[in-house]
């Protein structure tokens, strides 16, 4: 019996021990940093980086050189799951993070993947224009375990709100910026376009590539200034570029845009009034005042403000979306006191539509005065 009780024991002991040996447990464990590109000027893969697991993985860039400020970057993280352990030179590579776009002109910058894939790379797809010796760009790769929050802002792979589109663009042309994706699904947002030298003329669009091209803000540029800040019209859209045609700055020097995305919710700031402004004071004498506010292509034209007064007797104000009238007053309703209506946010017209302002006439040999403050993008 007691043979019998010690072999019972003995197999107990086995099958515990070999069920034990299976038991894996996962340690959360963050991958040392690791300078993946060493001042590098030519667009390349990385080999495999030493990912283990880690489920949020982060690549840290910057310019470096004489200059450190090279032009046309892009980077991204790219995951595989057929590659090879050896050299990730083989297989199918797609993009797990946002691209990279901001050269370092602004110190370090940076891009998040969030999951973790059999095999993972750094791919340098571009580095143009003043890529060289002298502004080189150097990565750094690490990755962490950890339970992943609600990305935003630098945080998170497609939720970075700034994107940088031309970088020391020579003047002239038309070039396109590289495709960017939107962090939101939509185009809402501004664009601040700037250069050390006025600029002379140009149009600047924002196009949406989701169903072959489709421009959905177009900026005139004045023959005057050196910056502007250019609000983009929401639409749904993922993949947007940029397209400055003609795009001139006295004595020819280049020019810089960046794209700031608006979170949902987010509208203009109170009190703002965007670029491309059309800020007018027309009077009449026993006529109508009408003041039209013009766009061009796709543009939507966007009222802030209507202020009329009659010297004397009384008329009325309407405004009207190409054909319709979206507001008006009682037909009586303007008199010498100033009538004032703002609008924030704006009251905007629709896509392809002038907004077209009229007051009345105030009769007799009264003058009308119609004050207009609106913007066109």
Avoid at 30 to 59: D, E, H, M, R, Y
Avoid at 183 to 209: D, E, H, K, Q, W
Avoid at 345 to 374: K, R, W
Wanted: net charge neutral; hydrophobic share 40%; aromatic share 10%.
């Amino acid at each position: 019996m007691m043979k019998r009780f010690a072999r019972l024991f003995v197999m107990l002991i086995v099958s515990w021990t070999a069920c034990a040996s299976q038991v894996q447990y996962t340690v959360p464990l963050t991958v040392t940093p690791t300078k993946v590109f060493n001042a590098v000027s030519t667009a390349q893969a990385s080999g495999c980086l030493n990912n283990q697991g880690q489920n949020i993985q982060f690549v840290f860039y910057q310019g470096v050189g004489a200059t450190g400020a090279p032009t046309g970057v892009q980077i991204r993280l790219e995951g595989s799951f057929d590659s090879d352990s050896a050299t990730c030179a083989t297989g199918t590579w797609f993009a797990i993070s946002d691209d990279g776009t901001d050269p370092g002109q602004n110190g370090t910058n940076l891009i998040v993947a969030i999951q973790s894939y059999p095999f993972t790379r750094l791919n340098l797809v571009k580095c143009s224009g003043t890529c060289n010796a002298s502004n080189a760009l150097t990565a750094f790769y690490t990755a962490s375990s950890a339970m992943p929050g609600n990305p935003f802002g630098l945080y998170g792979a497609g939720q970075q709100t700034r994107k940088v589109e031309f970088v020391n663009q020579a003047s002239g042309g038309s070039p396109a910026a590289t495709t960017i994706v939107s962090p939101y699904g939509s185009t809402a947002g501004f664009v601040f376009l700037n250069s050390s030298a006025t600029f002379t003329s140009g149009t600047l669009t924002a196009r949406c590539l989701d169903f072959g091209t489709t421009n959905t803000t177009i900026f005139n540029i004045p023959a005057a200034g050196t910056s502007f800040g250019i609000p983009i019209a929401s639409s749904s859209c993922v993949s947007i570029s940029l397209r400055c045609a003609n795009c001139n700055t006295t004595g020819a020097v280049t020019y810089s845009a960046s794209y700031y995305f608006f979170p949902p919710g987010t509208a203009q700031p109170t009190g703002a009034q965007p670029a491309n402004t059309s800020n007018t004071e027309a009077t009449a004498v026993n006529a109508t005042v009408t003041t039209t506010l013009t766009i061009v292509g796709f543009q939507r034209a966007h009222l802030f403000m209507v202020n009329a007064r009659c010297s004397a007797g009384t008329a009325q104000l309407v405004v009207a979306d190409g054909a319709t009238t979206i507001f008006s007053t009682a037909a009586t309703e303007v008199g010498t006191t100033s009538f004032r209506v703002p609008w924030n946010p704006a009251l905007a017209g629709s896509p392809g539509n002038n907004l077209v302002i009229t007051l009345s006439t105030c009769g007799g040999a009264n003058t009308g005065t119609l004050d207009v403050q609106g913007s066109v993008f």
